[in-house]
């Protein structure tokens, strides 16, 4: 087996070439190792001007591989794939070796760094030897699209994709779509009402030809991949029959059981055991809450269903499962307030005038349960002071380290709106205020201006228990002011804590059934921190608003509409391709074993009976490779990953390792690869 | 660092997903950290083969690192277990060969965890230096006979591996 394999170095400036001595790599890999051609090194190779000098190498030199030593080829892999693709080369006959982020920028040892490129450099030589030409696959798009989750970011992007004809189903597991959006009162920092926004935005979904809405409803499975998932999704019992509901609400009103709300009015507020969780809700339906209501529980009452106009109740209506097939999926699912009780020095469930966020959300919302009043727990009493406690469950080792970057400004809100509507004294205890985004710090400004007072410091707890005749009957707020180096211990009548945006509780769930990541803290992954914060390691599944990582609304509906915009390219192009690295099991020497059909996650690995081989189904395998090791007859083959490959790769890494260690190394920076 | 001290030559398997960006990340944050691994990408943990481990020693490897990404995190939902489970065993029959514990390490790090792999290859590197190296097996290569066997195992693998691909 002869080849001629074309070896280019980058210097990257003085990126690579100020810690490895890239002209004696290229030298040692070009003198020393079998079947190198060329061997060249370049101040930057990415340039068009080092791309071209690799096509017209290929050209004129016959190459039939090449090697680029460079950066990540999660940056520049495609560049010099097309760079030998254009010059007629399979790409797949290319190979990137990362002597940057590998290798000179993680030491100062020249020498070392020089030692290991030309390992590197000689163990992908021996490797791309042994590569073969791969075709891309492609698939077809379905244009259908799923979106998981109704909230803001969701409904951004479902409106977005539906603008251009193409059906979207909107999973949404409360009875409407809104999400915490339409929970709050106000948004910052303009002030407007959030209502007044959503609303709008809720009903164009709700009446749009081509949005398919399944509330109540919960995503069970997910199969297939990019282009063709299929998804089961289990629509609950609402017990009323969406077909002849008006909506009217009598059911509501003569539903005799009240309970609290603790989802949309966060304990706040009360609901009846059919409700419909706000007025603007869509659909406009209800659903009857069947651990509450009297019929599920005792087998009496039956109210609703005497009073409905419509006759739309239905006690014997069971869950349904919907399967959808779609081209992409995009999850939205947001994100759960920290339970605030996990910090008992704040006395949240024990301090009656202890509020979480969410809570006073409710209170200023004129629809909320005090009709906007901001007052005490006895519904009565306006405090004449109010402490706003932030990070609280965020930057604290204790609970999440990370910062739940929307607190701050809904923190300075709440200040606002205090002085606003009851002029009561605020204290805003902060870490640092972390208004960072576009007219966020003129906010801040304003609210100082208007008199909130601001004390540094993290708070250590939350009493009632007096130490003067100032703190009875108060809550006394004990904080060290790091500004002026005190303790200090303010006494105010109520107490909001800012708790943090946490994954919703069952992400992980969600995630192992799409076939994506979460980050350590149970965050989605996206495919790239800065590059790609929409789409994820699974092709077809991408991400919108704060299931991510915690954001705010105008960051949530960009990413909707970044999610919208890449799935209908995908739509608009029609196809999808799909990287070639996919297991094939030679038939004819698999003993059946069947030893890999348990191993693949993805069902790709199919028994077949009659013949007694296994067989992979390529369109559902990802490439990873496991069952590839697996295989004790070793003939399932891993395209682009085989065995023979990563053994050559491996000895050629180790083609210096029996020279002599006393030697000094800097000879064989000049001298290459010991044979 | 003078010429005359050991350093360990480690063969180190990364994941593409998770530890390869590891490891790309402590470049972009230029985390230092010895230079003795010399790294081969493979889309997964679960594609390391044992034989690969094997390989890499008998080749004068003083140690092999398999990195992949945090159990429950795999790109790949659940390969990572297997890797688990195999490196496990690997372990068992290296410790039965007198391979000393800590040359085959399986490190877990995360593509924001750049830091946490330079410390485990700081640690393992350490490890090994203080271990010295491993010519395994040892002196083989001054002895004629397991030469031959060597070039007879290798071309026959090599004969195997060509009846694969045709």
Request: charged fraction near 30%.
């Given at each position: 087996m002869s080849r001629r394999v074309g070896v280019y170095v980058c210097h990257c400036g003085s990126n690579i070439a100020g810690t490895i001595d890239c002209e004696a790599v290229a030298r040692a890999v070009g003198e020393r190792v079998a079947d190198v051609a060329v061997s060249r090194d370049y101040k930057f190779m990415c340039s068009s001007l080092g791309q071209s000098m690799i096509q017209e190498d290929i050209e004129k030199e016959k190459l039939d591989r090449v090697v680029v030593a460079a950066c990540s080829p999660h940056l520049h892999e495609k560049t010099f794939r097309r760079a030998c693709s254009n010059a007629g080369l399979n790409p797949y006959l290319m190979q990137m070796v990362n002597v940057r982020e590998h290798i000179s920028w993680v030491t100062k040892d020249q020498v070392e760094a020089t030692r290991k490129a030309t390992a590197m450099v000689t163990g992908a030589v021996e490797r791309v030897k042994r590569q073969e030409a791969l075709e891309p696959q492609y698939v077809p798009v379905n244009p259908a699209t799923l979106v998981v989750g109704g909230g803001i970011a969701g409904l951004q992007t479902a409106i977005e994709i539906a603008e251009f004809g193409h059906p979207v189903y909107v999973v949404e597991?409360?009875?409407?779509?809104?999400?915490?959006m339409a929970q709050f009162d106000k948004t910052f920092p303009t002030l407007d009402c959030s209502a007044c926004i959503l609303t709008p935005r809720m009903s164009e979904a709700g009446q749009h030809d081509c949005i398919h809405l399944l509330t109540w409803s919960e995503l069970e499975s997910v199969s297939g991949s990019v282009g063709n998932f299929k998804v089961r999704v289990r629509k609950k019992a609402r017990y009323v029959n969406s077909e002849i509901c008006t909506g009217c609400g009598v059911c509501e009103e003569k539903c005799p059981i009240k309970v609290v709300d603790d989802v949309f009015e966060a304990g706040l507020g009360i609901r009846k055991a059919i409700y419909m969780p706000f007025p603007q809700a869509v659909p406009k339906m209800p659903v009857i809450d069947t651990a509450h209501c009297i019929w599920f529980v005792r087998g009496k009452c039956r109210a609703c269903e005497i009073f409905c106009p419509t006759k739309a109740i239905a006690f014997d209506q069971k869950d349904e499962i919907v399967e959808l097939e779609v081209g992409n999926i995009v999850l939205a699912t947001g994100y759960d307030l920290f339970d605030c009780r996990r910090l008992p020095q704040y006395g949240y469930g024990r301090l009656d005038n202890v509020f979480t966020s969410l809570e006073f959300e409710r209170m200023c919302n004129a629809a909320g349960p005090t009709g906007g009043r901001i007052v005490l727990r006895d519904r009565e009493t306006e405090p004449r002071s109010v402490a706003v406690i932030h990070c609280v469950g965020s930057r604290d080792k204790r609970t999440n380290e990370y910062c739940s970057a929307t607190c701050c400004m809904a923190a300075l809100k709440f200040g606002h709106l205090v002085r606003e509507r009851i002029g009561a004294e605020v204290y805003s205890f902060y870490i640092d205020i972390r208004?960072?985004?576009?007219?966020y710090d003129e906010f801040y400004q304003r609210v100082m201006d208007e008199g909130v007072h601001f004390v540094r410091g993290r708070v250590a707890e939350v009493t009632?228990?007096?130490?003067s005749p100032a703190e009875e009957g108060k809550l006394v707020v004990q904080c060290e002011d790091t500004l002026l180096g005190v303790q200090r211990r303010i006494p105010v009548d109520m107490v909001i804590l800012m708790g943090a945006l946490e994954p919703r509780a069952d992400a992980r769930d969600l995630a192992l059934e799409a076939g994506i990541s979460c980050s350590m803290n149970g965050w989605f992954t996206e495919r790239h921190p800065k590059l790609d914060p929409v789409a994820t390691m699974t092709d077809g599944v991408f991400l919108a608003g704060a299931c991510q990582g915690p954001k705010d609304i105008p960051s949530s509906v960009a990413q909707g509409a970044a999610a919208a915009a890449r799935i209908l390219g995908m739509i608009t192009r029609g196809r999808v391709e799909i990287e070639p690295v996919v297991a094939t099991i030679d038939e004819e020497r698999?003993?059946?074993?069947?030893?890999?059909n348990a191993l693949c996650p993805f069902h790709a690995i199919e028994f077949d009976e009659a013949r007694h081989v296994s067989h992979v189904q390529a369109s559902l395998c990802k490439g990873c490779g496991t069952c590839v090791a697996a295989c004790p007859a070793q003939v399932i083959r891993g395209a682009h990953f085989m065995n023979e490959q990563i053994f050559a790769e491996i000895e050629g890494l180790l083609a210096d390792a029996w020279s002599d260690v006393s030697e000094p190394v800097a000879a064989f920076a000049a001298g290459g690869v010991d044979d | 660092m003078t010429d005359l001290e050991f350093q360990p030559k480690i063969i180190g398997f990364l994941c593409n997903w998770c530890s390869y960006r590891a490891a790309d990340l402590a470049g972009s944050t230029r985390t230092r950290y010895a230079p003795n691994v010399r790294y081969v990408r493979v889309m997964c943990s679960g594609r390391v083969d044992p034989a690969f481990v094997m390989k890499a020693l008998s080749l004068g490897a003083d140690g092999v690192l398999v990195a992949g990404c945090h159990p429950g995190e795999c790109h790949y939902l659940e390969q990572n277990y297997k890797t688990m489970r195999r490196m496990t065993m690997l372990q068992h029959t290296l410790r039965q060969l007198g391979v000393e514990e800590g040359r085959v390490r399986l490190v877990w790090a995360s593509a924001a965890e750049g830091h946490r792999l330079a410390k485990a290859i700081d640690e393992m590197v350490d490890r090994i230096r203080s271990l010295g190296p491993l010519r395994w097996p040892a002196g083989w290569q001054e002895r004629p006979e397991v030469l031959a066997a060597i070039e007879r195992v290798a071309s026959e693998h090599a004969s195997a591996a060509q009846e694969v691909a045709t």
């Open positions: 597991r409360e009875p409407s779509i809104g999400g915490h208004t960072f985004s576009k007219d009632d228990v007096p130490r698999c003993s059946g074993c069947r030893i890999c | -």
